[in-house]
């Protein structure tokens, strides 16, 4: 159950060139964990490996103390483009499904397991709507929704709300933050928003590019449960935003 | 009903002037007839059942050898595009052979088969298997990239990673290339019938037409077009019905 993430000295090198480097991280059980950082800076390169999708050619990857060489059930990804991430001839429901029926779970257990994890993203209603019937932020929430049918220790998630307008993707913000609280995952959010790392982190991991590599840790002071509104006008905050603001335009420079 | 009368206006038309001017000419020809002939004829040709047989043999030919040829494209395209090392083991081959119009081995089947259905089921296999190959070879090797890491963060198995998201992601452009492949089988079929092989419509259309009987030229001519059209709507309906829906991005044909 405990699965803190530990990188030591990871360094990747895809077709000739280098993408990361000498990258040391430690991600505590039930931590929040914001990754920011110009473009180029393999931010995502840096979560396919912490998923097994891209093996480090250096270094090692460990979650909960086990080496990580493949995608495993207890570690979740949502992706950030939803509308590519679910199966646009299944319903809602029949997406959440595909993940129960790699686990083996029977059939006949499947429908209320399915209608309750539903229900925990606000779904309920559309069990049998099919992906191009629903908004972003619905296709997102049922994106993460299949994610939590794994019962995964780690949530990996790159850039999810990105692509969704400002007022859905506060709301979402703050459904994960529910979502993890109840649960204590891990959680290694890739952003390009700083407030928004901000705003949901632990602490926020500031990376370089060419090669990527960890510059900087912000921790991120800030009582829990946060709000969209009180947290973002505390002087905490603010200073925060600041030095965030500050390294991305050095970084960028 | 103004529609219709539009529609139809401009085919109507050109048929009566037709027909005046060959009453006009006064002449038999052995080339062509007048359309109430033509009709006349088709209408003798369905009602002693010739044209229903003609029909059954070239279409029974047609489908044998779409199933035979379709199968073997299907299948090799579903390989090559799944692996695309064995598509580039095979490409010099593939690319040899596919040119070969498929008539010019009509010879070389007569040999092999001599007259009847299997000489003809022969030709129309090796025709339809390049449509499908090929089709269905870029079908597959354009299923989301993204999808596929879905698929291996899920830790589907090979097999459940083909069938479900794979297979279901290129079926709408595989059934497009079955109907081409049906298109060409039908082509191929009649084209064997009228150069070599003593059955169905091809081989009907050929004896009126050295027996000097350009009526029943003509109405199997207009047979052979209106099966075709028929045909294809029938497979367009399906087609929409089947997949309109769940057509993923970029596939809609």
């Given at each position: 159950m405990t699965a803190p993430i530990v990188l030591r000295g990871v360094g990747l090198v895809l077709g000739g060139l280098r993408i990361l480097q000498g990258i040391d991280l430690e991600i505590r059980q039930g931590e929040f964990a914001c990754v920011v950082g110009p473009s180029?800076?393999?931010?995502?390169t840096l979560l396919r490996a912490l998923?097994?999708?891209?093996?480090?050619?250096?270094?090692?990857?460990?979650?909960?103390?086990?080496?990580?060489?493949a995608p495993r059930r207890d570690v979740a990804v949502v992706f950030q483009d939803y509308s590519r991430a679910l199966l646009p001839w299944r319903t809602a429901a029949g997406n959440v499904a595909l993940a129960l029926e790699t686990m083996g779970m029977p059939a006949r257990a499947q429908a209320a397991r399915i209608q309750d994890l539903l229900a925990r993203v606000g779904l309920a209603e559309h069990a049998e709507k099919f992906p191009g019937q629903m908004s972003g932020g619905m296709q997102q929430r049922l994106q993460i929704a299949r994610c939590l049918a794994q019962e995964p220790n780690v949530l990996l998630m790159d850039e999810p709300f990105g692509a969704l307008d400002a007022m859905t993707r506060q709301t979402l913000q703050d459904e994960v933050l529910g979502l993890v609280a109840e649960r204590g995952v891990t959680v290694f959010f890739v952003t390009h928003d700083l407030e928004e790392a901000?705003?949901?982190?632990?602490?926020v991991i500031g990376l370089l590019p060419r090669p990527g590599r960890v510059a900087k840790h912000f921790t991120v002071d800030l009582p829990r449960p946060r709000d969209q509104l009180a947290t973002r006008e505390t002087p905490e905050f603010l200073r925060l935003r600041r030095s965030l603001f500050d390294f991305m335009r050095a970084a960028e420079a | 009903m103004t529609r219709l009368l539009r529609a139809i206006a401009v085919p109507a038309a050109l048929l009566l002037a037709g027909e005046i001017a060959m009453r006009a000419a006064g002449s038999s020809?052995?080339?062509?007839?007048?359309?109430?002939?033509?009709?006349?004829?088709?209408?003798?040709?369905l009602a002693d059942g010739e044209m229903l047989r003609a029909s059954a043999e070239t279409l029974a030919s047609a489908l044998g050898?779409?199933?035979?040829?379709?199968?073997?494209?299907?299948?090799?395209?579903?390989?090559?595009?799944?692996?695309?090392a064995a598509a580039r083991l095979f490409a010099i081959v593939?690319?040899?052979?596919?040119?070969?119009?498929?008539?010019?081995?009509?010879?070389?089947?007569?040999?092999?088969?001599?007259?009847?259905?299997?000489l003809e089921i022969a030709i129309v296999a090796f025709a339809a298997i390049w449509p499908m190959l090929v089709f269905t070879q870029a079908a597959v090797a354009a299923v989301d990239t993204q999808l596929l890491d879905v698929a291996r963060v899920l830790r589907l198995p090979l097999a459940a990673r083909l069938a479900r998201i794979v297979v279901p992601f290129a079926l709408p452009r595989i059934f497009v290339a079955f109907r081409l492949a049906f298109g060409v089988a039908l082509i191929v079929a009649v084209t064997v019938e009228i150069a070599v092989n003593p059955l169905g419509l091809g081989y009907g259309m050929t004896m009126a037409q050295q027996t000097l009987r350009p009526a029943d030229m003509l109405a199997y001519l207009v047979w052979i077009?209106?099966?075709g059209f028929l045909l294809n709507v029938l497979l367009l309906v399906v087609q929409r019905t089947v997949f309109g829906r769940f057509l993923p991005r970029g596939a809609r044909p």
């Open positions: 180029g800076c393999g931010k995502t998923a097994g999708l891209l093996p480090p050619t250096e270094g090692e990857v460990l979650i909960g103390g086990v080496p990580v060489r901000a705003y949901l982190g632990d602490k | 020809s052995d080339a062509l007839a007048p359309p109430s002939d033509v009709a006349a004829a088709l209408a003798a040709l050898g779409l199933a035979i040829g379709g199968g073997v494209g299907l299948l090799a395209g579903l390989l090559f595009g799944a692996v695309p593939v690319e040899g052979i596919r040119p070969i119009p498929a008539v010019a081995l009509i010879p070389l089947a007569l040999i092999l088969f001599g007259f009847g259905f299997r077009g209106v099966l």
